[in-house]
């Protein structure tokens, strides 16, 4: 069964770092590219960038290049989303999800999704 | 970048009731259309790729058409367990990965 298997909840100070992590099971995990998409509370979905952990292979969203990094160690099965200097802004439920085998960019299987909160 | 606009944001329909939500493009996207169902707390779902075809799984309740800058998605008859908001997602221009804006979806 794939399941995509997220990390914890966190809650952080502005201008602190955070790495929230997503574990692939159930399939070659570095062969799917996988995304990331934010959620502000209350809001809609948005696409922040991709990677494909086979070579790490990085496309951003223009929006999001350069306030965040991702990551993937194919080794470990596992992508990363990280900050170096967080805002309140940051808070938000943030996805991960797979990109199947396919010439069509749609996203298949999604992680349970991690809830950042940033706050003095 | 291209733009995705969903209507209606909202609807209340009721058991049985045909749904109907559109999205349109600020421009040809050919059919690079995906459709997803997000309940409350829960990650996304997908539903329809390539604008018309049905995700392994899914109800054949759910459907979608279109092309170019026009695309519809249709509940055939709405069910309790279909209230969720729904999102379109155009993927004609990587890195430009765009959803809409949602259509929250209720039982009257």
């Known amino acids: 069964e794939v399941q995509l298997v997220q990390s914890g909840a966190e809650v952080k100070k502005p201008g602190e770092s955070l790495k929230i992590s997503c574990k692939g099971a159930?399939?070659?995990?570095?062969?799917?590219?996988i995304g990331w998409v934010r959620q502000m509370p209350g809001k809609g979905l948005e696409w922040m960038g991709v990677i494909y952990p086979g070579d790490s292979k990085t496309r951003y969203s223009p929006s999001f290049q350069g306030q965040v990094t991702i990551s993937a160690d194919k080794s470990f099965s596992t992508a990363y989303l990280q900050w170096s200097s967080l805002k309140a802004s940051d808070t938000a439920i943030y996805y991960c999800?797979?990109?199947?085998?396919?010439?069509?960019?749609?996203?298949?299987?999604w992680g349970q999704g991690t809830l950042v909160t940033v706050s003095s | 970048d291209i733009q995705m606009t969903q209507s209606p944001s909202s609807l209340s329909a009721s058991v049985g009731d045909r749904v109907t939500i559109t999205c349109q493009a600020s421009q040809d996207i050919s059919n690079y259309l995906n459709w997803y169902q997000q309940k409350p707390g829960k990650a996304p779902k997908l539903l329809i790729y390539?604008?018309?075809n049905l995700e392994t799984e899914v109800p054949s309740r759910f459907s979608g058409s279109g092309s170019g800058t026009d695309f519809t998605f249709t509940i055939s008859s709405l069910q309790p367990e279909d209230i969720a908001t729904y999102y379109c997602?155009?993927?004609?221009?990587?890195?430009?990965?765009?959803f809409g804006g949602g259509t929250k979806v209720e039982i009257k």
């Open positions: 390539d604008a018309s």
């Open positions: 159930g399939y070659n995990f570095a062969s799917y590219w």
């Open positions: 997602q155009q993927y004609d221009n990587l890195p430009r990965l765009t």
């Open positions: 999800a797979r990109r199947p085998h396919s010439t069509t960019w749609r996203f298949d299987y």
